[in-house]
């Protein structure tokens, strides 16, 4: 038998229990790896994949601070209306708020009463920073909920820094998931299929093969993610592109199934045309799309890299299941696929040779009848839809951008109003040849010079213990990934 996607089909159609079982297999397969390892393999962290200079930089100062100088991932910010900093009540709630033995960072941060640094403490002496080191997820999660949680009126507290910052991305990313792809977009697409096909099993068919694709493509992600690192976000890519082509690539099958049977063709053979001609239509738009989204990692992101893997993977698992899972489901179910008819949405029979409607079928006449006009229409109506493209703002997200209801963007805030100059990300100018004649007069020229400049605060010069690298630590105002701080940065 000459292998096509009418034959597989067919194939699939003849031994319905198999194809479903190997399915089922591979489904529960799926379910294991995610449960087992996708959860802690995920990073909120976007790196660059091309070996900048950033990473060069990076990569040699660890190799001469390895005990920092710049540990601090966070900063919890201490404000009182009615104390000042020098009052017995402002130093007793800092020490009670730090005695906190299920957060280690909070027992190794150093404060004001430790360090009489002016650093630590605000202008106008009603607020200090704690910089603090946290040292895992679990860590994390319990600052931001003591934080979330507190509720003293006298003092207010807030933190913000790379670690509560991903944690809230993490948050951000996961309700994204629930409330736009499972509670919005799912429910919205049973309604569009429900009528278009009028019938109800008819309508969940579609979505019961975008289910199975996100859920294989996921447990492939999850094999994936042991290898290489990959985004969060992956799983909002995955999920939106397994719901769209999953449901896209049913409905087209299904359609022209339904279609055949109209026409008089048999269960099996009406499988077999539809897999001849619609799983064919599968095959070739999946395989365009794959090849689309290979252009994504030539983007040296791995954020990029991570949102092509998972479009590509689920993209693969949609079409080898419109090819052959969806054949075997109408195998199974034949004409009970119109079973559930939906009042006055259904009341036409699936014999009807054009189970679409008359509307659509004028709409086809008419673009075949006038094929310049319509091509001239549509491309201008899509150029004029295309315009606002022109001024859109793109950058990557931040703490800025993130909805005030978050931690990490509450004590950006605070930071920003009481300790300007202060970040948990600043520049880090790494200088390997330290030692050499006017490295230290020229870098504190710099430093003096980035001091005096609005955009940046003051630095501090760190050297290694061979001498032999010197670290300049330039603060940078406002939001670090912000397009301003990008700017910045590139005049630095």
């Known amino acids: 038998m000459r292998l096509s996607t009418g034959s597989v089909a067919a194939a699939s159609a003849r031994h319905p229990w198999r194809t479903l079982g190997a399915w089922t297999l591979v489904a529960v397969l799926a379910i294991v790896a995610i449960v087992l390892l996708l959860g802690g393999s995920l990073t909120t962290e976007g790196k660059p994949t091309n070996k900048p200079q950033s990473e060069r930089a990076d990569k040699l100062r660890l190799a001469a601070f390895p005990s920092d100088p710049s540990n601090t991932t966070d900063i919890v910010v201490i404000r009182s209306e009615e104390h000042t900093v020098d009052s017995p009540q402002f130093a007793s709630f800092v020490r009670d708020f730090l005695a906190d033995p299920g957060i280690t960072a909070l027992g190794r941060a150093r404060t004001y009463l430790d360090d009489e640094g002016a650093a630590l403490v605000s202008k106008d002496r009603h607020a200090t920073i704690v910089p603090i080191a946290l040292s895992d997820d679990d860590e994390t999660e319990a600052l931001v909920d003591k ?89 909002n890519m995955l999920t939106a592109m397994g719901l769209a082509l999953g449901i896209d690539y049913s409905l087209f099958v299904v359609s022209r199934y339904r279609e055949e049977r109209g026409r008089g063709r048999s269960e099996l053979a009406a499988i077999e045309a539809s897999g001849a001609t619609a799983s064919r239509a599968v095959l070739f738009s999946g395989a365009v799309f794959v090849i689309a989204m290979f252009g994504m990692l030539v983007v040296p992101s791995s954020i990029m890299r991570s949102l092509a893997a998972g479009a590509i993977l689920v993209g693969i698992v949609s079409v080898v299941a419109a090819v052959t899972l969806l054949p075997a489901v109408l195998g199974l179910l034949g004409d009970r696929v119109n079973a559930l008819r939906i009042p006055l949405v259904g009341r036409r029979s699936f014999e009807a040779s054009n189970p679409e409607g008359r509307f659509w079928a004028a709409i086809v006449r008419r673009v075949l009848a006038r094929p310049g006009l319509s091509l001239a229409l549509s491309a201008g109506l899509l150029a004029a839809v295309a315009l606002p493209l022109f001024r859109m703002d793109v950058g990557t997200g931040g703490v800025s951008t993130l909805p005030d209801r978050f931690v990490s963007k509450q004590g950006f805030l605070a930071l920003e109003r009481d300790f300007p100059g202060t970040t948990t990300n600043p ?30 605060g003051e630095g501090g010069l760190a050297r290694s213990a061979d001498g032999e690298v010197a670290l300049l630590t330039v603060p940078l105002r406002g939001d670090p990934s912000a397009t301003e701080a990008v700017d910045k940065v590139r005049k630095l």
């Open 147 to 235: 934080v979330e949680e507190f509720e003293e009126t006298a003092f207010a507290v807030s933190v913000t820094g790379e670690e509560t910052l991903d944690y809230d991305l993490n948050r951000l990313s996961q309700e994204d998931l629930q409330e736009g792809e499972l509670q919005f977009g799912l429910p919205a697409a049973l309604i569009l299929l429900l009528l278009v096909f009028g019938a109800v099993v008819a309508g969940l068919v579609p979505l019961l093969m975008a289910l199975v694709s996100i859920v294989v493509a996921l447990g492939l992600t999850a094999l994936l993610a042991q290898q290489f690192e990959l985004s969060v976000y992956v799983t």
């Open 427 to 456: 520049v880090e100018v790494v200088v390997a040849n330290a030692s050499g004649e006017g490295v230290e007069r020229v870098l504190s020229e710099l430093r003096d010079r980035l001091a005096a400049d609005g955009r940046f």
